[in-house]
DNA sequence: CTGTGGGCACAACCGTTGGTTGTGGCCGAC
DNA sequence: GTCGGCCACAACCAACGGTTGTGCCCACAG
């Protein structure tokens, strides 16, 4: 299917004619009789009533006509999730599963008429480089990895610390606990794989190990978190690190088990990132949203690398 | 742009390559890379940065994924709208701003997964005869015109008694009342464009002039409720009536005035019009929403024609 | 460093699609 | 009955989109 024969079809059924959709299309009437009677036949039903003084809708073609203007409403939001200049505000997450969708979604449910569209990029350095290209209006990433300050043209604040919970199989050891302390865990395995040397990620958790004397291993390719989430419900020596705002309805199917972390609990640190001479039209919207939600959470009983930026 | 291009675009960013996506669309590489290119040309962006082993997304390019995937789901519901056979439920209302409208939309609120196609007919007669040939599946109409019994093989339920009330303009002589009783009526010019003689509204409104003795003028052509409402707006000798759910938001514009009427209150009575051997899945759940809905309403001080079905 | 394999792009070729012009038929209005 | 408006069909042609054949690039292994 055409989006150009669903535009005419539109034109067809807003004018009533063929002729009159014809010229504001900037094609021949015969043009538009042939991509109708085309779309009617792709479709299978006859979709106008041809009659003496132009064409009206079938009861298909009623059916059909607001599905129509959807089509060509989305396109045109696709085209423009691209456009240079004025397009939708592009976030970056670091992953589709972590607290900072959560944020987004948030915003988006306060501010429906704000269009947006997020990305996931690879690590901080690029999220930056792709600030400064204007690629990007905003990425949400921790910051200040040590020996590699933030360019003066970036701006970011602190927004959200997420919680590290331990996510088990039902044959772990822990798997009973209600928390466990960051003292307990040492000597057990935390797995988790796909973490690139170099990244802010991977810096944080190098933190976390000197910090506490932890095991993490990075080894293995990352074959996605349902392959990991798999093997962790299998291996009772196996645990692994997951943000609180996981949702819980896709873990019980593995029969996983959350096990909150204190003295102290570990969060990672979200900033967001922003250009200091770019400012989209609706980024001062998402940082009074974000300011809004992110106040009145408490900091004590926590840790963070040191080399965060403060909240 | 056309679709076989977007689906094209989603399976090589699904498969991270050409190569595979191309083997999935059972079309060649070339024809794959082709097509891409020729999207990429026409949005003026890169999508992919092409490596040695495969194809990753740009920014852009993941920018562009989710509203492609959503071009792809509404382009198969469109198609789902007029498929023969499992086809989203299809009701007839007798406008667009009237009270069943409102219903629809409460229905569709309460079951948003249930699919729903709206079509507005021309009378109760073009209806019955689109249930029968299965064209669509109920409709919300009132029944039972004196002389025209429904057929056998429909089924009705009285739903909704939508109240009547008058609109006027800002210099009319009612303007200023807070409620007028129908003898009150009598002597008024009540201008109504668009009546056809021999539906079942045109019956409806006969009968309630014959009634209580009102003027009722259907002369001129309908040029839409907006032209209706602009010329009531402007002249203080002329009124009519309007269904209580419409909106206000969109009559202050215009100055206009709506005023309920008393002594009795005319009501136009909507029923819901099935086919007895032909139930689409859905439309047990609308009738059991329908019922739950309209329980509770008042009949008390109203008036309808004596020829609808009792409630 | 070099050979190799996998993957994408370019070129040439060709059938099909989708546009045009020209024309005919139908139906409502006068 | 005639006229006018509108849509469909036919013939023609350009352009698009597919195929096959081939070359280049890059990652990886030897």
Redesign the pocket.
């Known amino acids: 299917m ?1 989006l ?2 669903v535009r ?1 079809f539109v034109a ?1 059924a807003d ?8 010229a504001e299309l ?13 779309l009617e036949r792709n479709l299978g039903v006859r979709l ?1 009533t ?6 009206e809708l079938t009861i298909d073609g009623q059916a059909f006509l607001p599905h129509a203007r959807e089509l060509l409403r989305v396109a045109e939001r696709a085209v423009a999730s691209v456009r240079t200049g004025r397009r939708p505000l592009r976030v970056d997450v670091i992953a589709s599963r972590s607290a900072q969708s959560g944020l987004m979604r948030g915003f988006h449910r306060a501010h429906p008429d704000i269009e947006l569209d997020v990305v996931m990029l690879f690590d901080i350095e690029t999220a930056v480089a792709a600030i400064r290209s204007g690629a990007i209006d905003a990425s949400f990433r921790a910051v200040a990895v040590p020996g590699r300050p933030l360019p003066e043209d970036i701006e970011s604040v602190r927004v959200l610390d997420e919680p590290l919970q331990l996510l088990t199989g039902p044959a772990h050891a822990l798997a009973g606990a209600r928390s466990v302390t960051v003292a307990q865990l040492a000597g057990h395995r935390i797995w988790m794989p796909g973490i690139v040397p170099g990244t802010e990620w991977a810096a944080y958790y190098d933190d976390l190990v000197a910090e506490f004397g932890l095991t993490i291993e990075a080894t293995g390719p990352n074959f996605g978190s349902d392959a990991l989430l798999d093997t962790v419900a299998d291996t009772p020596a196996l645990a692994t690190f997951m943000g609180e705002p996981t949702r819980l309805v896709w873990l019980a199917d593995h029969g996983l088990r959350r096990i909150p972390v204190t003295d102290p609990t570990p969060v990672y640190p979200h900033s967001l990132l922003w250009h200091r001479d770019k400012p989209h039209p609706a980024l001062a919207t998402l940082r009074a949203h974000l300011a809004a939600t992110a106040a009145g959470h408490d900091a004590t009983g926590t840790w963070a690398p040191g080399w965060v930026i403060p909240r």
Do not use: C, M, N, P
């Open positions: 055409d150009e024969t005419t067809a004018a009533g004619q063929f002729q009159e959709a014809a900037a094609v021949t009437q015969q043009a538009v009789s042939k991509r109708i009677a085309a106008f041809r009659t003496a003084r132009g064409a």
